[in-house]
């Protein structure tokens, strides 16, 4: 069975941090083309993607404060948020396009998703 569940959702207050994290069952992370999304009730963004060679993408409006690693052991995928704005507030979850190893630009085309976390940052 195929799927992904995130934790390390919170409230933090503007200028913080906090790590997502994203555990995957059924699949290797490291082997396929993997991301971050986040959806208000507006639209869906994408945060940023990571290819299995380890090259990373991110959209402008997180670049220098998010990062996207990998943890092959453990299976898992994280986001490192810093800096932290209001305007981040959002449900985040975690994707995966398990038919790629690199992710379709500008926009991964995910096969499986995480059911999300809430991010709340406060001014």
């Known amino acids: 069975q195929v799927y992904l569940v995130e934790s390390g959702g919170g409230s933090v207050q503007a200028g913080g941090s906090l790590t997502l994290s994203c555990v995957a069952s059924?699949?290797?992370?490291?082997?396929?083309?993997m991301g971050w999304f986040r959806q208000t009730p507006e639209k869906v963004h994408q945060v940023g993607t990571i290819?299995?060679?380890?090259?990373?993408d991110y959209a402008d409006s997180v670049k220098g404060r998010f990062t996207i690693s990998r943890d092959n052991a453990k299976n898992s995928l994280y986001l490192q948020m810093n800096i932290l704005k209001p305007e981040d507030t959002a449900t985040y979850y975690c994707?995966?396009?398990?038919?790629?190893?690199?992710?379709?630009?500008?926009?991964?085309?995910?096969?499986?998703r995480g059911q999300g976390t809430q991010v709340t940052v406060s001014s």
């Open positions: 059924g699949f290797t992370v490291s082997a396929y083309c």
């Open positions: 994707a995966a396009d398990t038919v790629r190893t690199t992710c379709l630009q500008p926009i991964m085309a995910p096969s499986v």
């Open positions: 290819n299995r060679d380890g090259t990373t």
